[in-house]
């Protein structure tokens, strides 16, 4: 994590880790050559908390490279629990996402994640973010059994 470049999205980053929330988390939004998500818990009640938790967007002052993570959002300021990392150059992100860390070990394991089920609707047959949410690992387990998951987040 580099607080320097997003000092909100690194601390809500870090407080989330810290309190376990990424573990057993679904890798459910993975398009190849583009970027992979996460971030939805599997408990909805728990998701119906966080989804109230807006946080205010940082400056972008780096570009969305290849490694570099940043948190989803749907409009501005609209940032909660949800992150992905690219996996590739994507220019066209930094108008809106502010990258606030890197994966400085592992990206090739990043790059095997399961990637089958596409982008959710209206793009594709993938995971849809508002039942996942809603649903958690009912909707996870029955519909998208393949989708990869983080087993333990630490801070080091």
Excluded at 99 to 121: H, I, Q, S, T, W
Aim: no cysteine; net charge negative.
């Amino acid at each position: 994590m580099h607080r320097d470049w997003a000092p909100l999205g690194a601390d809500r980053f870090y407080n989330l880790v810290k309190r376990g929330w990424y573990d057993g988390v679904r890798f459910h939004r993975v398009l190849e050559d583009f970027t992979a998500g996460w971030g939805i818990h599997d408990n909805p009640y728990v998701n119906v908390v966080w989804q109230k938790e807006l946080l205010l967007d940082d400056p972008v002052t780096q570009s969305n490279t290849r490694a570099r993570v940043s948190f989803a959002r749907s409009g501005a300021n609209s940032r909660t629990t949800q992150v992905f990392v690219n996996h590739k150059a994507n220019p066209g992100l930094d108008d809106r996402f502010a990258p606030f860390g890197e994966v400085v070990e592992g990206m090739d394991v990043v790059d095997k994640l399961y990637a089958g089920y596409g982008d959710g609707p209206p793009r594709g047959e993938g995971v849809y973010q508002a039942r996942a949410l809603a649903r958690g690992a009912e909707y996870f387990d029955g519909e998208f059994p393949e989708l990869d998951r983080i087993e333990r987040a630490t801070i080091l």
